[in-house]
């Protein structure tokens, strides 16, 4: 029977090099000359670093521009708020990867609305797909396509 998973995932590898090429872009600026402004990149968090809030603002954004050159979508990313300590300023960022129950629950209740001949089952941090036509589970990628949820999702493992 054909299947397939829907996961929310991205490449850390290119995360790790769009960090690398926003960290370049901010020490070449001239308005972040001599200000000590850097990302710092481990694992999924990567830390802001600078002197005051609106220079991460302007760093979130140099940010954003490089991770969806690298075709990561950025509605991965949790933003938190600045923290301000003495002449330095820092923000959090955190890429998400893998469902939440939650939201794996959501994806789950909207394919069952369709009414789709389609078996749905919670995996993990994936949902896995299966029914007795490929058209039924086109339909159900369309259909969650269209969505506006809060995590991309990417549909991958498709079997015949």
Do not use: W
């Not at 000359?33 to 830390?47: M, P, V």
């Not at 521009?65 to 959090?92: E, F, V, W, Y």
């Amino acid at each position: 029977m054909p299947s397939f998973d829907i996961v929310s995932e991205y490449d850390m590898h290119e995360a790790a090099n769009a960090v690398d090429q926003a960290n370049r872009e901010v020490t070449t600026r001239f308005d972040f000359k001599g200000s000590g402004a850097h990302f710092d990149h481990k694992d999924e968090i990567i830390t802001m670093r600078a002197e005051v809030e609106f220079q991460l603002q302007q760093m979130l954004d140099i940010l954003q521009n490089k991770l969806t050159k690298r075709g990561i979508d950025i509605t991965c990313m949790d933003i938190a708020d600045p923290h301000t300590s003495g002449k330095t300023a820092q923000q959090i960022i955190t890429l998400k990867q893998g469902l939440e129950t939650d939201l794996a629950r959501k994806i789950v209740k909207l394919i069952k609305e369709k009414k789709l001949k389609v078996q749905v089952a919670i995996q993990g941090e994936k949902v896995r797909v299966t029914g007795k036509k490929r058209d039924d589970l086109q339909d159900v990628i369309q259909m969650l396509k269209e969505q506006k949820l809060d995590m991309p999702l990417q549909f991958d493992n498709f079997r015949d």
